[in-house]
């Protein structure tokens, strides 16, 4: 996934070589919210397609000389009429990539991709990719990006029937997931752009001489602004469309991407010689030596490591538990009455939903009238809430919600893949911001090994704190998109009041949110992390100005959505058979349990919590349940049985991106001391 951008101009156009060049730039910084793993570029012109690309971000490739070269393949002005009809237009497009398929120390795996006398940019992701490629064995496959496979389908497809646009449709009708993509080809002189998901707009001048194209509204409307480009129009190209732009004249060929349309399409013109596809990178992008790629394989576990989890349950096992939930005496500030039932299970209220109509009713003023303008920004995770939450608003409530994803370097490719097939299958916008996911590592590391030279169970929160902005990025573009009403979709059951309760913090069981805690508990909080810092000077690192920010975001901006779960009966089976029937979502094999199974740290935080105190998320959770008399408390003793396993391969995979030792870190772990008596 990654932002992807692009100018189209005739000769003479209104845009010089050196606006051009700027456009370009400032079309560079302005997409690389959307990531920062890679970045790379390309110029189309009558001879040749220059591509130059790199595994750093793109601020960072616009300082390159190989990227001022190809930007110096910009023609200038021509005044000439004899020579602009002689002469197509010029392309150049780029992208900013968040790292998906094909890591991108492999210089083939970086974007522009190159296949089948193509060049690309894609954002999205193909999620039946490997079906696809054992379906059509004819293929040859080169790298280990999806995109790859999208540009061999259309090839195949046009060398089978001449005609382009039935290649792309072909192609489309057979892909699962998210594609929103510009295509160079080196034959054929027109530009493919298209979107199954609407995640891309352009932006017409009004002579139609020039096009720009971006991944969002945003960044177009920005860049207009800032550029002073006038007279420019903006438009989406809308889920299941694409566009065939002829490079002699800049027409647009408009066409579903899933209908056959008319049976006559234009035809594009070939050309006497290919262009020649020249890589321009430099030899160290080139050369570039793979490193350690995150989830390599299995570690092979010593006899130490698989002796002591169940050496450590065996005493978990005896721990005392209430009578009507399992909470274990661990639980922070727990209390068992006369009949052995907790504080919790006494204090708990139980929660009732307000109902779809009153939903439907709450919604009603936000609806939007105009016709293709959302009325929504969903929290979109790629777990089972949140997707399920996306399928009640498009498919039950008929809203038109614009999905945002917020990647702070944890979100797994499993997450990710499950958010492109519900976006795939609705047609929805996606708008991802990805943090700097290299820098937000380093911090996680940072404090991780912080944390293993002074084990505290209340400080374990703080490998998270990275990821709470996600409340501030979905305030700021619900501003930017002029969308009056944010959706999450908060599991209510998923209360964790033993994370605060090892920072000494008891209980106000009024809260409804672990955000919502008094202001007096809130400063308590700020006090308990400043004496761990003082005492661990180790946490005194550059993660600190990231975790204030995470206390600011999680507890003092304001949280302005609803949360559908408030109106709608939260059902584990009816979301489960929802979204895996319809939308074919993926589970993670390792593990019974399909909660946070998108989440990197959670497989890794939970086993600290589990191993040093007897507790985890799937107890609060699954004692939750029993309150509400949706699961018995034998049933829940049974699966938080095997929820608590250690997922040795989750964790190993958040060791590697994190880069830290996995032997030395659990190890250190299973040797710190317990809260209960061993």
């Not at 998906?100 to 193909?126: E, K, L, R």
């Not at 009640?392 to 038109?400: A, D, Q, R, S, W």
């Not at 909080?525 to 999680?554: E, F, H, M, Q, R």
Request: charged residues 25%; aromatic residues 10%; proline residues 4%.
């Amino acid at each position: 996934m990654c932002g992807i951008f692009g100018v189209i101009h005739s000769y003479d156009s209104n845009l010089s070589r050196i606006k051009i060049d700027k456009i370009i730039r400032r079309l560079c910084k302005l997409s690389e919210s959307r990531g920062k793993e890679a970045s790379g570029i390309a110029l189309l012109s009558n001879e040749s397609i220059y591509i130059a690309k790199y595994a750093i971000p793109a601020t960072e490739m616009i300082k390159r000389n190989e990227f001022k070269a190809i930007l110096d393949y910009i023609p200038e002005k021509v005044s000439d009429q004899n020579i602009i009809q002689k002469t197509s237009a010029t392309c150049i497009m780029g992208h900013s990539r968040l790292v998906t398929n094909g890591g991108q120390q492999i210089h083939v795996n970086n974007q522009p991709a190159i296949s089948s006398g193509m060049v690309a940019i894609h954002n999205g992701i193909i999620t039946n990719v490997n079906k696809l490629w054992k379906e059509f064995p004819g293929l040859k496959k080169q790298t280990d990006l999806d995109t790859e496979l999208l540009l061999c389908l259309i090839r195949q497809f046009y060398n089978e029937n001449k005609s382009l646009r039935t290649a792309v449709q072909d192609a489309f009708n057979i892909i699962e997931g998210v594609v929103s993509t510009a295509i160079m080809f080196e034959d054929l002189n027109s530009i493919l752009i298209a979107s199954n998901n609407g995640s891309l707009f352009i932006a017409s001048d009004q002579a139609n001489q020039a096009i720009i194209f971006a991944s969002e509204r945003y960044i177009l409307e920005i860049l207009i602004q800032r550029e002073g480009l006038r007279g420019y129009s903006i438009e989406q190209i809308t889920a299941g469309t694409g566009l065939l732009i002829d490079l002699d004249t800049l027409e647009k060929e408009r066409f579903s991407l899933f209908n056959e349309g008319k049976k006559n399409p234009r035809k594009v013109r070939k050309l006497n010689k290919p262009r020649a596809i020249i890589d321009i990178s430099p030899e160290d992008e080139l050369n570039r030596k793979p490193e350690t790629i995150p989830g390599k394989g299995p570690y092979i576990l010593n006899s130490t490591f698989r002796e002591e989890y169940p050496a450590r349950k065996e005493i978990v096992d005896r721990l005392r538990r209430c009578t009507k939930c399992i909470l274990p005496e661990t639980m922070p500030f727990i209390q068992y009455d006369e009949e052995g039932v907790c504080n919790y299970c006494r204090h708990y209220k139980t929660i009732s939903p307000k109902g779809l109509d009153a939903l439907n009713d709450f919604l009603s003023p936000y609806r939007s009238k105009e016709k293709g303008k959302p009325d929504c920004l969903v929290a979109l995770s790629g777990g089972r809430d949140s997707t399920y939450t996306v399928h009640i608003l498009k498919n039950v409530l008929g809203m038109k919600p614009v999905t945002y994803t917020y990647d702070w370097g944890m979100v797994t490719d499993l997450a990710r893949r499950n958010q492109m097939r519900i976006c795939g299958k609705l047609g929805l916008e996606h708008i991802l911001v990805s943090a700097d996911i290299s820098k937000k590592r380093a911090n996680i590391r940072k404090n991780v090994l912080a944390w293993l030279k002074r084990p505290v169970l209340g400080t374990v929160p703080l490998f998270m704190a990275g990821d709470k902005q996600y409340f501030y990025y979905a305030n700021k573009i619900a501003k930017q998109m002029d969308i009056r009403i944010n959706i999450f979709g908060d599991n209510m059951y998923e209360s964790t009041l033993f994370k605060t309760g090892f920072c000494g913090i008891a209980p106000n069981h009024s809260d409804s949110h672990a955000y919502s805690i008094p202001l007096l508990n809130q400063l308590r909080l700020a006090w308990y992390y400043l004496g761990n810092t003082l005492a661990n000077p180790a946490y005194i690192n550059s993660s600190i100005i990231d975790s204030i920010g995470a206390y600011v975001s999680y507890y003092f901006i304001p949280h302005n959505y609803v949360n559908i779960f408030e109106y709608i009966k939260w059902d584990e089976n009816e979301i489960r058979e929802t979204i895996i029937e319809n939308y074919n979502w993926e589970t993670d094999p390792g593990t019974t349990t399909s909660w946070r199974i998108g989440d990197g740290t959670a497989a890794f935080y939970n086993y600290i919590y589990y191993m040093l105190s007897g507790l985890t998320e799937n107890d609060t959770f699954r004692s939750n349940q029993i309150r509400e008399g949706v699961l018995t408390r034998e049933k829940a003793m049974r699966l938080t049985e095997k929820e608590n396993e250690p997922r040795y391969d989750s964790m190993q995979w958040y060791c590697d991106v994190i880069g830290i030792d996995f032997y030395d870190t659990i190890d250190t772990i299973n040797n710190t001391p317990t809260v209960f008596k061993q």
